[in-house]
């Protein structure tokens, strides 16, 4: 947040309100200072029960969180917040949402309680140009959020907000509004998609859930020319993903799940490599597939 308006805000608050807020001013303005370039992640989530276990996906979101700068603060976009229209979220606290059923009493006591930034909320709105962004205190973070971050950073101790994805719109759109946020990889800001690129759960067979490397042959296939065009950077081909065969259709029946890469696809700049982890079939028919994208 630039101090003018920083200040036009403050103008509106009570005067003690405002002079709480004068007071963090200093530090805003530090955690809004140039930073290296941080990288970028798309997160295969896959199952939920994967918050409450210990298994190959998750630790591979454990080593890949030690090759990872500590960042300021996080900036999710999960599949599982779609909106007519763009949200961020913009609580002091958000709330750890279990948006599923049928699952064990002690998935559901899980919480995940990092700060939220109403900073960074009102910075990213206002880098976003191509359309008006909204700020919002009624979402938290999904499971598509906190069941991966949770073993990045186990502490809690990282802001973090969410991004919704407008379910209106196309590939085209999520690509270049991710491109909009570029900056914030300059201000220390974690830029996470979390999705799954092979997600049909209902051809899935749901007693090979917990057995990686299991996936049928048409996602198999699916998997592999998905993976070879993320890591040639072949983005035209990967937002026209219609028009790559019935094995890519049948992996993304609807695209809520393949969007969130679109987002960090949209954040590769000229000189930066891919690296694959996490890439394994389950269920026959969902891959857990995660990228990091950085200069290495």
């Not at 502490?155 to 270049?176: C, F, L, R, W």
């Not at 201000?187 to 299991?214: C, F, Q």
């Amino acid at each position: 947040m630039k101090r003018k308006d920083f200040l036009k805000m403050m103008a509106l608050l009570p005067i003690g309100a405002a002079a709480m807020k004068l007071n963090t001013l200093h530090a805003l303005t530090n955690d809004m200072a140039p930073t290296e370039r941080m990288p970028v992640l798309f997160l295969g989530h896959g199952n939920p029960m994967n918050a409450i276990d210990d298994n190959i996906f998750t630790q591979g979101f454990q080593s890949i969180a030690k090759t990872l700068p500590k960042p300021r603060a996080i900036l999710c976009i999960s599949a599982h917040w779609e909106t007519k229209g763009t949200f961020i979220t913009a609580m002091e606290q958000p709330k750890t949402i279990h948006d599923f059923g049928g699952f064990p009493q002690a998935l559901f006591d899980v919480q995940y309680p990092a700060p939220g930034s109403p900073e960074l909320a009102l910075e990213t709105k206002k880098l976003i140009s191509s359309v008006d962004v909204g700020l919002t205190d009624e979402w938290g973070l999904d499971h598509g959020c906190w069941t991966v971050v949770k073993f990045l950073y186990p502490n809690a101790d990282i802001p973090v907000i969410e991004m919704s994805m407008d379910y209106t719109k196309g590939p085209e759109y999520h690509y270049a509004l991710g491109k909009e946020l570029s900056a914030l990889r300059r201000k220390g800001v974690l830029i996470i998609g979390s999705g799954n690129t092979v997600h049909n759960l209902r051809m899935a067979a749901w007693d090979k859930m917990m057995t990686p490397g299991y996936g049928f042959d048409w996602a198999i296939t699916a998997n592999e020319k998905i993976k070879q065009l993320v890591t040639d950077g072949d983005h035209q081909s990967l937002l026209h993903y219609d028009k790559l065969g019935k094995e890519i259709q049948l992996s993304i029946p609807t695209p809520e799940h393949y969007n969130p890469l679109l987002y960090i696809l949209g954040l590769q700049e000229k000189d930066e490599k891919v690296t694959i982890f996490n890439d394994a079939l389950v269920a026959g028919s969902l891959n857990m597939m995660s990228v990091k994208i950085d200069k290495t």
